[in-house]
């Protein structure tokens, strides 16, 4: 191991290394990061939701997005899998229906870095008891 | 190739891997590669989560969910269901005894909510086998900057003011402590870090070392730099060999980064650390007795003055620590001493950690503001009392410490509370107890404890403890009087005053406390020759109900020493005197003929 000989040295190792535990500290306070939750229960991943969260885990990372990608359970929006919510901090929380790979890309492009909204939002039905 | 995924955490603390915590770790690395999943899915071993009650812990990043008691076999299940499907394995979830239904997010735990996390703050949250991630999570941040941007006075000014007090039990000013040591000018001095844990029921140096052992190496660093040292010491009780390794491949680990060692940093400061192991004695927690173990000297304290800070570890100037007080050091450097002071009360600043043990639901390592009360520690977080029993009282600072009850419920723990109640904060075990434990008996056993642990070398310790223990016993055993318990109290007073070292001057705490809490008790024991816990066993008397007895011979056939009589079909009849109340008869009587009384 080359040894660390100065403050900024160290400063330096730690931002490169800081990505490896980024999803940690991000999983510690959701709410600061956008977070996008895919619906993967049997009916989206029928359609197809794999293929949309393993987008979306690569493309934040790539486009340097700090966001948070996980998997949850049905949303009940069976007739428009794979559905994807969005979380982006400070707003309301918006579902997106019929999302495939071209439409990852439109939400990430437009809605979370630019805060557009898009066709085929599913108006929200329901509250949320853990909000 | 891009980052994980998910991350998994597996504990890997001494209580999770004894229940097989890190095959669940290698198998769950082979199955993960069988499925062409490893690049997908890290698995990391981290220290302890806290909630030792249900280990082993895994948790599944980045959706915080929290499994519980995971065995070996469960691994493939977890792969499957959480992460090729997405779907939590409902069976693994913890479930609040309280409320009865699953928690599917670690956030939502009542254990977790109150927590705040400064000392354990890298606990569960890195691998601490690697460096890296330590350095990834702000580590030796603190002392690069102490090294770059503060002298060594500007330093200890920084811990005086973050109002740090000793979290080994005695609370003293830690800025204060390294001021004295940095004032006594020497060639050499030294750093020592006390981790000769010996409370029974308290393991939170050992997570700490365990979790996050670099923390401390690097608030040792700093220490180093503010008092002129160039060496460090840890002092760490050989019954903790997973600490042990741990510390090892830290400091060998350190080394090779140059964080250890010759010019750290490029700033010409030299500091290097060394373990010296110690035989597991409770006075070698004491800082004197701790010294000259080291120097190879029987473990035995000596008069104060001098302090180890004008004359310490070969005579030289010696600050020594706790494990937990180092462990906070580099989060007050980096977040400033106002962000350390504005938590807590006015005068016990920042967290204390503790560990629950006796009969609470969530046995296990907490860490909370100062302030915070009982009733929350107790009841929100320890989720209450096992079996829905009753609270009956909570011994803090272990066998130093005393014991108390429920009208203390709602005191805000902290140093000077504690011992305005009694008892003290000790190095935070918190030993709680229910409506079944018999006070004398409990008084009992922390006495067995110290004079078991005496070191000998004073008679008021030695002499004083031994009679106080044969005292209690005597009480036990059905034979005390009601001078027996003013003797209690005149003896602990006195041992209290006269004896050389902090555990001569503890040791009657329990005793003096449960005797003022729970004077009924033993005037019971004494008075009426009972014990309503139906601990003691002399005072218990097995007795058959003559109504209730059909004669079936169970109880005379089941007893080890014949001392039940009686024909076919009539009552039966216990023998008292030959009777050793071993329970036998009343376990096998399917009447419910046989009472305790």
Redesign the interface.
Known sequence: MAKVKTLADLRKMKSELQSKIQLRENAENPESVVQIRVGMATSGIASGAKEVYHYFTEEMAKRNINGLTTQVGDMGYCYAEPTVEVLVPGKDPIVFGYVDVKKADQIIEKYIKQGELLDGIIPPNYQNINE | M??????M?VCGGTGCRASESDTIVEKMKKELEYRNLDEDVQVVITGCFGFCEKGPIVKM????TFYTEVKPDNVTEIIDEHII????VQSLLYVDPNKGQAEPDSK?MDFYKKQIRIALRNCG??NPEVV??Y???????AL??V??DYTPEQTIDIIKQSGLRGRGGGGFPTGLKWQFAAQNEADKKYVVCNADEGDPGAFMDRSILEGDPHSVLEAMAICGYTMGSDEGIIYIRAEYPLAIERLHIAIK?AR????LGKNI??TGFDFDITLRYGAGAFVCGEETALIHSMEGLRGEPTVKPPFPAESGYNGKPTNVNNVETFANIPAIILKGAEWFSAIGTEKSKGTKVFALAGKINNVGLIEVPMGTTLREVIFEIGGGIKDGKKFKAVQTGGPSGGCLTEKHLDTPIDFDNLLAAGSMMGSGGMIVMDEDDCMVAMAKFYLEFTVEESCGKCAPCRIGNKRLHETLDKITEGKGTLHDLELLKNMSNVIKDTSLCGLGQTSPNPVLSMLEHFYDEFLGHVSDHKCEAGQCKSLLKYNIIEEECVGCTACARVCPVGCISGEKKEVHIIDQSICIKCGACMDKCKFNAIELI
């Open positions: 891009s980052e994980y995924k998910m991350h955490m990043l980045p959706d915080n499907k997405g779907r939590k939502h949250f890195i890296d991630e350095i990834a999570a702000d580590g030796y941040e690069g900057k090294l770059a680990q090779e980064y140059g964080l940093l490029g």
